[in-house]
């Protein structure tokens, strides 16, 4: 597995913390209203980056295609702010990814809270 490093994370964690930024306070789209920037990964030459998103209060069933074309279709806006927030020789194009994580962790959480009170039984 290719290792990340320090400068690829630092860009990484800047996007990640400016994205949250302009998606909260400056992105007009109804559709990304309630999304949430939960990390950002960073190719070597920084040409790509993947934003990895979550909806507040909905789970993958519900967030529909809408919440990411209306990503997609800011994305251009995105990366001009970028590129006067972070000195950057190239602002990456940016990928967004649905990220099921923490919805995985609840899943998990609560089976194992099925398994011991079943134990208790």
Not at 9 to 25: K, M, P, S, T, Y
Not at 63 to 76: I, N, Q, R
Request: glycine fraction near 4%; avoid cysteine; hydrophobic fraction near 35%.
């Amino acid at each position: 597995m290719e290792q990340e490093s320090s400068r690829t994370r630092r860009v990484g964690e800047q996007i990640q913390r400016e994205l949250a930024q302009l998606i909260q306070f400056e992105v007009k789209d109804p559709r990304v209203q309630w999304v949430t920037i939960s990390a950002v990964k960073v190719t070597r030459d920084f040409s790509h980056a993947t934003v990895y998103f979550t909806v507040i209060g909905k789970d993958a069933d519900t967030v529909d295609a809408s919440v990411e074309a209306g990503l997609y279709k800011a994305a251009g806006y995105l990366r001009k702010e970028l590129a006067h927030r972070i000195k950057l020789r190239t602002i990456p194009q940016l990928h967004f990814k649905y990220d099921d994580s923490t919805e995985r962790g609840n899943k998990l959480v609560h089976l194992i809270d099925q398994a011991i009170a079943s134990d208790k039984k």
